[in-house]
């Protein structure tokens, strides 16, 4: 009873996180961050307004019609739901039977798999749904027959085409994990005792392996459901399919998103905590001794503030710190891979920034080309690539080469700034959560900050960033610099307690290793510990973790580019006839956002490039985080420099070549006999 009492209370803290959530539109609309308290006002207002049933309505802005909320946003729910629990299914199953078959194939065979994984994971949901798209429009010119339908259309609902789309992800991602999982399961001592005893390798994987990873396998899923989550957002939009998203965006009140995130959020959460239950896990976590590690938090602040005063700063020579990640960075450069990855954005931030200081942010444009007698139009915008540009241009014919090598700094810079922050922000709440709270609480911020996974969290950051980025009649509501500070905020703030929590558990998974025992025993402190134990054997894991938040914010941006949201706001012109909506800064997301009907059109380089451009940047960061783990491997002994090993080799004679004669051997006993005189 008490323990559904508490799944009672976690359900009631995540419905009032959503309803706090869906405040911010109309508290950035009214006031702003300039009168914060008018935040809490109207949430209470909004508080009352909920509890009664009477004021659920679905309006929207220009109409003055009302509408059952329930009744408005039941079907396209129950829409949404099928395409996504369709998705999910049908990627799982595909995911197990894949790994399952994919365990009796050659090692040579399972290592190519796994590069295929690794590279079709570094593709965004985006690219999937155009290539897609493009397969159907083609078969269907070329032979008339149409594989699926490539979006909604009044009452004729597209099934086929998201689900099969949506699944890509969920397939890809758990097929990768269960690979890993299986070989870590195949490596432990009582699969060695079980083939001793003459079991096959289907009798261990069916009947024990598989068995003994479900679990661990259940709650990989939260995360991959997050992430799919975050892709039907998109893939409802690229669709054309009017499910609980299309509402949220086209009501845009805080009593439709309230409910409409209510209404994802509810299911998920009660099969997981439930099974949860089931499985009896829903508060075990990773114990330690916590009377060891438990400090209290404004004595540790005094302390360590009294003991700043009395270092010698001289002997400590603090500036040698900021040398460490340099010097760092110059050993995993030895690696080619991580020195690959590091190159392209160093060289791709560097040029646009040249080239934003030299031309003052100048593009090409181009509105239409003549042949060589000056009278015969060539082409008009949208340019093709070749003439008059090498990328083609867009539908105002600005040149696409330009516009990516401007946009460069902005997407990049500001994609690993947000990472960066996540994960260092998320470093420190670490620290607290690891070395400041007792067991109990822990697990109390886990069960709190696990619901997170079950909300979209490129809708989220939809719903807080658009009274921010979207320009309105009257102009943008919000500065440049405000703008961009806020999204950084917002982007980063998203995400911080799951990278706090996942920090948290690194820390306490280090802090229960027996050598951490011996230092406390010998006197080290919990800054001692940290320092010189904790950060070492985490680092490199922190590492990963940016490599992970850096490609998750740029599939942020093109989530939100698509939806006609750009990093630094979006451009509008009002009237009857007006260009399409432009980014401030030029940052790719938009050129994604302008070109979506480019695919219709047949225009497909209009948004290849921007798409291309990404992909390489996932791509780089991929090989800054695959070289980090062999950098990591090569310490313990898991991985070798085979190159130089076989040119180590290569310099001694194989022996093939050698030829015997009676002067290769030499009579020992014969030599000892005649040195005593022996005849």
């Given at each position: 009873?008490?323990?559904?009492?508490?799944?009672?209370?976690?359900?009631?803290?995540?419905?009032?996180?959503?309803?706090?959530?869906?405040?911010?539109?109309?508290?950035?609309?009214?006031?702003?961050?300039?009168?914060?308290?008018?935040?809490?006002?109207?949430l209470w207002a909004f508080i009352q307004a909920f509890v009664q049933p009477d004021k659920w309505v679905y309006t929207v802005p220009g109409s003055p019609g009302e509408f059952s909320l329930l009744g408005t946003l039941w079907e396209p729910l129950i829409y949404s739901m099928q395409i996504l629990f369709g998705a999910l299914l049908l990627g799982f199953l595909l995911a197990f039977v894949f790994a399952f078959l994919t365990n009796f194939l050659p090692k040579k065979a399972i290592h190519i798999v796994k590069r295929v994984l690794d590279f079709l994971e570094s593709i965004p949901d985006i690219v999937i749904a155009a290539i897609l798209q493009i397969l159907v429009i083609?078969?269907?010119?070329?032979?008339?027959?149409?594989?699926?339908?490539?979006?909604?259309?009044?009452?004729?609902?597209?099934?086929?085409?998201?689900?099969?789309?949506?699944?890509?992800?969920?397939?890809?991602?758990?097929?990768?994990?269960?690979?890993?999982?299986?070989?870590?399961?195949?490596?432990?001592?009582?699969?060695?005792?079980?083939?001793?005893?003459?079991?096959?390798?289907?009798?261990?994987?069916?009947?024990?392996?598989?068995?003994?990873?479900?679990?661990?396998?259940?709650?990989?899923?939260?995360?991959?459901?997050?992430?799919?989550?975050?892709s039907q957002f998109l893939i409802e939009r690229i669709f054309n399919v009017h499910g609980f998203s299309f509402f949220i965006i086209e009501s845009f009140n805080p009593m439709t998103i309230a409910v409409t995130l209510i209404l994802v959020f509810t299911p998920f959460f009660i099969i997981f905590q439930f099974t949860d239950l089931w499985m009896g896990q829903n508060i075990e976590g990773i114990q330690?001794?916590?009377?060891?590690?438990?400090?209290?938090?404004?004595?540790?602040?005094?302390?360590?503030?009294?003991?700043?005063?009395?270092?010698?700063?001289?002997r400590w020579k603090p500036w040698k710190l900021m040398t460490v990640p340099l010097m760092t960075f110059i050993r995993h450069?030895?690696?080619?891979?991580f020195a690959l990855g590091s190159l392209f954005f160093i060289v791709m931030i560097s040029y646009s920034?040249?080239?934003?200081?030299?031309?003052?942010?100048?593009?090409?444009?181009?509105?239409?080309?003549?042949?060589?007698?000056?009278?015969t139009i060539k082409s008009t915008p949208p340019h093709p690539p070749g003439t008059p540009f090498l990328l083609g241009s867009d539908d105002l014919g600005f040149s696409i080469l330009d516009m990516l090598t401007i946009g460069a700094k902005y997407t990049l810079t500001f994609a690993l700034i947000i990472a960066f922050l996540r994960v260092f922000i998320g470093l420190a709440g670490g620290v607290l959560f690891a070395f400041g709270l007792?067991?109990?609480?822990?697990?109390?911020?886990?069960?709190?900050?696990?619901?997170?996974?079950?909300?979209?969290?490129?809708?989220?950051?939809?719903?807080?960033?658009?009274?921010?980025?979207?320009?309105?009649?009257?102009?943008?509501?919000?500065?440049?610099?405000?703008?961009?500070?806020?999204?950084?905020?917002?982007?980063?703030?998203l995400v911080v307690p799951l990278t706090a929590v996942l920090s948290g558990n690194e820390m306490k998974?280090?802090?229960?290793?027996?050598?951490?025992?011996?230092?406390?025993?010998?006197?080290?402190?919990?800054?001692?510990?940290?320092?010189?134990?904790?950060?070492?054997?985490?680092?490199?894991?922190?590492?990963?973790?940016?490599?992970q938040q850096f490609i998750q914010v740029l599939l942020i941006f093109m989530h939100l580019g698509i939806f006609d949201l750009y990093f630094g706001g979006t451009n509008r012109t009002f009237g009857f006839v007006g260009d399409p909506p432009r980014s401030m800064t030029y940052e790719w997301s938009g050129m994604i956002g302008s070109t979506t009907n480019a695919l219709s059109t047949g225009k497909y380089w209009?948004?290849?490039?921007?798409?291309?451009?990404?992909?390489?940047?996932?791509?780089?960061?991929?090989?800054?985080?695959?070289?980090?783990?062999?950098?990591?491997?090569?310490?313990?002994?898991?991985?070798?420099?085979?190159?130089?090993?076989?040119?180590?080799?290569?310099?001694?004679?194989?022996?093939?070549?050698?030829?015997?004669?009676?002067?290769?051997?030499?009579?020992?006993?014969?030599?000892?006999?005649?040195?005593?005189?022996?005849?």
């Open positions: 009873m008490i323990k559904l009492a508490k799944i009672a209370v976690f359900y009631l803290l995540g419905v009032f996180g959503i309803i706090c959530i869906s405040i911010f539109p109309l508290y950035f609309q009214t006031s702003g961050l300039s009168d914060p308290l008018n935040y809490f006002r109207e083609y078969v269907y010119k070329t032979f008339d027959f149409q594989l699926f339908q490539v979006a909604s259309y009044r009452e004729d609902k597209a099934y086929a085409g998201p689900i099969i789309t949506l699944a890509i992800l969920p397939m890809v991602s758990l097929f990768k994990i269960l690979l890993l999982m299986i070989e870590e399961e195949f490596t432990k001592d009582y699969v060695l005792f079980l083939k001793s005893k003459g079991i096959k390798k289907l009798g261990v994987l069916v009947k024990h392996v598989l068995r003994n990873i479900l679990p661990t396998t259940f709650h990989h899923t939260k995360v991959i459901i997050w992430a799919t989550l975050s330690h001794d916590a009377k060891n590690y438990k400090v209290s938090l404004p004595s540790t602040i005094k302390y360590q503030l009294t003991r700043l005063g009395k270092i010698n700063w001289k450069m030895k690696n080619w891979k920034v040249i080239y934003s200081t030299t031309t003052d942010n100048h593009i090409d444009q181009a509105r239409i080309t003549y042949e060589e007698d000056g009278a007792g067991l109990k609480r822990q697990n109390w911020i886990e069960k709190i900050v696990d619901s997170i996974h079950f909300l979209p969290l490129s809708l989220i950051a939809y719903i807080l960033l658009r009274p921010i980025l979207m320009e309105q009649g009257f102009g943008f509501s919000y500065s440049l610099t405000q703008r961009i500070i806020y999204e950084i905020i917002i982007l980063t703030i998974r280090v802090l229960n290793m027996e050598f951490i025992k011996s230092a406390r025993i010998l006197g080290g402190s919990n800054f001692h510990v940290f320092r010189k134990h904790v950060i070492p054997h985490i680092g490199p894991r922190m590492t990963i973790l940016f490599g209009m948004i290849a490039w921007v798409l291309l451009a990404f992909i390489l940047s996932i791509f780089a960061m991929q090989f800054i985080i695959q070289g980090v783990k062999e950098v990591q491997q090569t310490k313990v002994g898991v991985v070798y420099n085979l190159r130089k090993i076989r040119k180590k080799c290569g310099n001694y004679q194989t022996g093939t070549d050698y030829e015997v004669s009676p002067e290769s051997f030499r009579l020992m006993n014969g030599d000892s006999n005649k040195a005593n005189g022996a005849p």
